[in-house]
């Protein structure tokens, strides 16, 4: 059963806290992203990869951190300075980072700070 | 920079008809179109992906236009079922860009 798989699917977190999304695949992809969504808002990107051990940042990168040490994990960690956390979370793959080929999505965390 | 809009932001429909969603950027630089569905709090489904070099796409009950000139694309869905009832996301992947740049989305709803 190949997909891309997000935990957990709620997380509440304290401020001042670090937390960690994870985001796995077993599909092969070489290329994975990071997207967050929020309410009346395009998702926007906050870091990518395009092969191991190498990641870039994205549109909002301030306050969050990845890395890539395994081709099918690509964690997120949300660090205490992102101002405003609370959101939803994509993770999302490609075959490779190519323009031609589509991103498939996990199911998603949505992150709450209480 | 891209940006991408989509109107209306909201739709309601009666079961049965055809109807169309509208997507429209800035940029026509572009590589491809994509259109997504999102049920939910859950993840995307990946619809149907336009190359720059096409005009149209098509799966089963969707259809999807581009018109890279004028920084426009359709999805057109046919004969619609309560079951079509989602936010659906259009985005665009730019020249030379590695991410995609998404819209806003438009909750349908099908009323049965």
């Known amino acids: 059963d190949g997909g891309i798989t997000q935990s957990p699917k709620y997380l509440f977190r304290k401020e001042g806290q670090n937390v960690t999304l994870s985001c796995e695949q077993n599909?092969?992809?070489?290329?994975m992203y990071w997207y967050r969504q929020d309410p009346g808002q395009g998702l926007r990107l906050i870091y990518y990869s395009q092969i191991v051990n190498d990641f870039q940042k994205g549109d909002i990168a301030e306050g969050y951190s990845v890395s890539r040490e395994k081709k099918e994990s690509f964690p997120l960690t949300v660090t205490s300075a992102q101002k405003n956390p609370t959101a939803f979370y994509l993770c999302?793959?490609?075959?490779?980072?190519?323009?031609?080929?589509?991103?498939?999505f996990g199911p998603g965390t949505r992150l709450t700070v209480l | 920079k891209q940006e991408v809009t989509q109107i209306p932001a909201a739709l309601s429909v009666p079961e049965g008809e055809n109807l169309v969603l509208n997507c429209s950027f800035t940029?026509?630089?572009?590589?491809?179109l994509q259109w997504f569905r999102q049920d939910p709090g859950k993840g995307l489904t990946s619809l149907l992906l336009i190359q720059s070099s096409q005009r149209e796409q098509t799966s089963g009950r969707l259809n999807a236009s581009l018109d890279k000139s004028s920084g426009r694309s359709t999805l057109y869905i046919a004969a619609s079922q309560p079951g079509d009832s989602a936010t659906y996301l259009c985005a665009v992947r730019a020249t030379g860009a590695n991410n995609l740049f998404f819209g806003t989305g438009t909750r349908l709803t099908v009323i049965p």
């Open positions: 999302a793959s490609s075959i490779a980072p190519s323009t031609a080929h589509t991103q498939y």
């Open positions: 599909l092969n992809h070489d290329a």
């Open positions: 940029d026509s630089a572009i590589y491809n």
